[in-house]
């Protein structure tokens, strides 16, 4: 897993626009500096990896699940995806359209609109008072060069954390992070 701090309460003068929600569609498993859409596709299926990312008020995670025999290569997937995201048109656009579709099924929740109703009932100032996935007025401002720049100040080492869970050697983990970022 790769923890990065952000989350929908720290996107400031963009509070309620969902950057944090956008990015986490765009980086999950999107096209990098050194990998397409389709060979990081690829490289998933040949490890077995499951992956998935979600957002939250406070952060955003990104993980992919394998064996331990394949636990590097899903590190520096992870790590491609967080620090080399290409943002491209096809794939922006793409999950601009997923995303409006989200907000077209959480305008058809209860459940999801009662708790956007108590959140802004309970925050009067606090960006949490905002919904993780952003205000459909405010989500369709984002253009691509924002949601860059937002990327580029959010996605840095200091608001990482990475995480490897299971059967690994501590000492071979740490090497092979510790090489792998200085490659990225």
Known sequence: RVLVKTGSAF??????????????????????ASLTESRIKERLRSVG??????TSYDETVYFIDTTT????EAVQLLLSYVTE??????EYERERNVILQEFQMGDNDPGRQLWHSFMATA????PVRSPVIGHRS????IDREKLMSYYNRRYVPENMVLVIVGNVEKRTALETVT????TV
């Open 11 to 32: 996107e400031g003068e963009n509070v309620g626009a969902g950057l944090s929600h956008y990015l986490e569609h765009v980086v999950s498993g999107g096209t990098t």
């Open 49 to 54: 990896g499951a992956t998935n990312a979600y």
């Open 69 to 72: 025999d394949h636990y590097k």
């Open 85 to 90: 995201c290409a943002f491209e048109e096809s």
């Open 123 to 126: 925050y009067r100032r606090h």
């Open 138 to 141: 405010r989500f369709l401002e």
């Open 179 to 182: 090489d792998l970022v200085k």
